[in-house]
């Protein structure tokens, strides 16, 4: 069975960066870990973005959350170094969730990254709608959220909608 690992938001800007915390930071060598074991496995390996235009305060999130960030092309919305891997493809996504997903052709899939509260269970509860006969995983150690109370919040909520959640 063809196995996905999704790398949700691994940017700087959530990392050390304007949105950055210490449990992001935290998760980083873990994130870099699971990726190998992908990559030596020789599985799908999809990086997702939150991208962001000059405008971003004007739009309807950034009223929201006026905090620049992942501003397409900067330091900030880049993949944190040592994370990306050769023949890895990207999902370049202007909200929380992406809602694309439904092109791939998914078995089974593993989400980790940032934030757990915000695009990891978005995009987990996309990908269980539209493929509820598979597998979605999302591994709790290899993810943070905006704070630790709203990261098991998000993890409950996912186990409730039948997301196998583990590394807890």
């Keep these: 069975m063809k196995k996905t690992l999704i790398v949700v938001d691994m940017q700087n800007d959530f990392i050390d960066g304007s949105l950055g915390t210490k449990e992001a930071q935290a998760i980083v060598e873990e994130v870099k870990k699971k990726i190998e074991l992908y990559q030596k496995n020789g599985e799908e ?5 939150d991208t962001h235009t000059e405008d971003y305060l004007n739009t309807n999130e950034g009223k929201h959350l006026p905090v620049e960030h992942c501003i397409a092309g900067t330091e900030g919305w880049r993949i944190a170094d040592g994370l990306e891997v050769p023949n890895a493809k990207y999902v370049d996504k202007p909200a929380f969730g992406w809602l694309g997903w439904d092109t791939f052709d998914f078995e089974e899939v593993e989400l980790v990254g940032l934030c757990t509260d915000i695009c990891v269970v978005s995009n987990a509860l996309i990908i269980k709608a ?3 006969e598979i597998n979605v995983t999302v591994d709790a150690g290899c993810c943070a959220g905006v704070t ?5 919040a998000a993890l409950e909520t996912m186990k409730m909608c039948q997301i196998n959640v583990i590394g807890e």
């Design 130 to 132: 539209a493929y509820p």
């Design 45 to 49: 390996i999809i990086f997702t973005r």
């Design 148 to 152: 630790p109370e709203t990261h098991r």
